[in-house]
């Protein structure tokens, strides 16, 4: 089994800055794909960012050039570095990790519990 857990949210004023992290464990072979979404209250789950392993880093639209998504393969941990944010990054986020438990090539997503992240003056 995987477990991933996120730490990092909280009250932010607008213009101001978080750092969200997401450190997995249990039976980890390998990550394809390491990614951050967020849940904003009558809305549906989007991407926000994610890393591909070998392969190119995407952004939402809507936090490009303000969000930055980094990870540490060694410690099995991930970090989405928010600045400049706005009300509207409001929201319950996510970490979601493309993880192969057992060593054969098999990948599952495994999703951490959520954060609350609140941009409010």
């Known amino acids: 089994q995987v477990q991933v857990v996120e730490s990092g949210g909280g009250l932010v004023q607008p213009g101001g800055s978080l750092r969200l992290s997401c450190v997995a464990s249990?039976?980890?072979?390998?990550?394809?794909?390491m990614g951050w979404y967020r849940q904003a209250p009558g809305k549906q789950r989007e991407l926000v960012a994610r890393?591909?392993?070998?392969?190119?880093?995407n952004y939402a639209d809507s936090v490009k050039g303000r969000f930055a998504i980094s990870g540490d393969s060694a410690k099995i941990t991930v970090y989405l570095q928010m600045n400049s944010l706005k009300p509207e990054d409001t929201a319950v986020y996510y970490c979601?990790?493309?993880?192969?438990?057992?060593?054969?090539?098999?990948?599952?997503?495994?999703w951490g519990q959520g954060t609350q992240v609140t941009v409010s003056s």
């Open positions: 979601k990790l493309d993880v192969d438990s057992t060593g054969w090539g098999y990948v599952n997503p495994y």
């Open positions: 249990g039976s980890i072979f390998g990550i394809n794909v």
């Open positions: 890393i591909i392993s070998g392969g190119p880093t």
